[in-house]
């Protein structure tokens, strides 16, 4: 049973950092290319940052430069440094695992900036 979940979110203000992780059981995590999407209310779902099983890397113009998404192979879990958070990154942010046949989702975590 694939199961992958996150955890990190949370309430933080304007400016703060968080870490986001997500734990993949059930899959040869190496063989997986790993990402982040997230949605806010109203909006759809769109992709944040990806890392691909040689550890290729592609991320939105919206979070360049600010977010950073990588992944320990030994601990099955992928992660997402996100600093200089700002309000219109609120949002549940929801893990992905992909190969050419095959695709699972975790469940979400939930960020939110206020101040």
């Known amino acids: 049973q694939v199961q992958l979940v996150e955890s990190g979110g949370g309430l933080v203000q304007p400016g703060e950092s968080l870490r986001l992780s997500c734990a993949a059981s059930g899959v040869i995590f190496s063989i997986y290319s790993m990402a982040w999407h997230r949605q806010a209310p109203g909006k759809e779902r769109e992709l944040v940052a990806r890392?691909?099983?040689?550890?290729?890397?592609n991320y939105a113009d919206s979070v360049k430069g600010r977010f950073t998404i990588s992944r320990d192979n030994t601990k099955n879990t992928v992660y997402l440094q996100m600093s200089s958070l700002k309000p219109e990154d609120t949002a549940g942010y929801y893990c992905r695992a992909t190969t050419l046949r095959s695709g699972y989702w975790g469940q979400g975590t939930q960020v939110t900036v206020s101040s």
């Open positions: 890392i691909t099983n040689d550890g290729s890397t």
